[in-house]
């Protein structure tokens, strides 16, 4: 049975459009099934009309747990937006960005012909991404609940007016302040609106929960990252009446009164991610950011083997005994500075 390859594409973009026509033909010409979004290829073919590749449809040709891999063609966002069709499966999402700074995407477009050869070939890793479940409390009550792969971001509702919050780590209160809103985020989205926040960059493969105030008027508002078995929380005083809002990935909305409570944890449910780069992230982070590293010598040259490293020699001096008769002794300096015999 022929692998079924999941292409998504941002339809609102021609490059995006242009770049799945091609995964599509090159897919389809190794043997592989191109699938896409009857809405996605509704928009394509309006533009360019009939693909030359045979494609098949999401949900009536062929269900997502018969997809065998996703290609997302745009940016972060689009990479958000698939996430939430694949997320609860073993769907891996690969990611070629078409977008700026692209952090979630694997490739570049100029090197669109080459990941569909490593897709072709399995030429892939596929790595598991926390998630977050968000729940919103009023008066006992449970409003809503979502989740988020980068952050769910509680915010003010009216720019005129800040919002006074109380923050929460493992049901004790940590400080009140007025603030814009607080960003609660996955190790991922440490690179995204966190980043923008002042929060911390965590390497991906890091287990942990990041809390980081937006604009907070406080002297002690400084980015937290806790384990991953604690319970965030971000509480609405009703002390004024602003209003707030809650965003998971800008993606989805939902309103805060004042009095509502936020709360945030590890949820069991993972994204997969595919790597076609065994890249550090220290290197990802460099040239997506544009980082200057001139100047860098990199490692310290290991000794060779059998090698033995030497102390330095001290100085000889003759030392006088009590009795009247003299020895040799090596002198050398200490580690403050002081003269060892």
């Avoid at 926040?197 to 008027?217: F, K, Q």
């Avoid at 002690?220 to 929380?233: E, G, R, Y």
């Avoid at 997969?272 to 992230?281: I, Y």
């Amino acid at each position: 049975m022929s692998r079924r390859i999941l292409v998504l594409a941002h339809t609102g973009r021609r490059a995006a459009m242009t770049a799945a026509q091609e995964a599509c033909t090159q897919l389809h010409s190794s043997g592989l099934v191109p699938v896409m979004r009857r809405g996605d290829l509704e928009d394509i073919q309006a533009e360019y009309g009939v693909l030359a590749a045979p494609t098949e449809i999401l949900d009536e040709d062929v269900a997502l747990d018969d997809v065998d891999l996703g290609m997302v063609l745009g940016g972060d966002g689009t990479i958000l937006r698939a996430a939430e069709l694949v997320r609860g499966t073993n769907v891996p999402l690969l990611g070629v960005n078409l977008g700026h700074v692209g952090f979630l995407a694997e490739s570049e477009r100029a090197d669109l012909a080459q990941t569909v050869h490593w897709v072709v070939e399995r030429a892939y890793t596929v790595e598991e991404r926390m998630t977050i479940d968000v729940k919103v409390w009023l008066g006992g009550k449970l409003l809503a609940r979502t989740w988020a792969l980068n952050e769910a971001a509680v915010e003010k509702a009216d720019r005129q007016r800040m919002l006074e919050v109380v923050i929460e780590v493992d049901a004790r209160p940590i400080s009140s302040f007025g603030c814009d809103g607080v960003v609660l985020a996955t190790p991922t989205g440490s690179t995204a609106y966190a980043f923008s926040a002042g929060g911390p960059v965590v390497w991906p493969e890091v287990e942990a929960l990041l809390l980081a105030p937006i604009s907070a008027h406080a002297l002690f508002a400084k980015p937290l990252v806790v384990a991953p078995t604690s319970v965030l929380a971000v509480e609405i005083l009703t002390r004024t009446d602003a209003q707030g809002v809650l965003w998971c990935d800008g993606r989805r909305s939902i309103d805060l009164p004042p009095g509502s409570r936020v709360e945030v944890t590890r949820s069991k449910t993972p994204v997969r991610l595919a790597r076609t780069h065994l890249t550090p992230f220290s290197e990802r982070l460099v040239r997506k950011f544009q980082l200057p590293t001139h100047g860098w010598r990199g490692p310290a040259p290991a000794a060779a083997p059998g090698t033995q490293l030497t102390q330095a020699p001290g100085q000889t001096v003759r030392h006088a005994n009590p009795d009247g008769s003299s020895e040799v002794r090596d002198r050398t300096v200490s580690d403050s500075g002081g003269v060892v015999e």
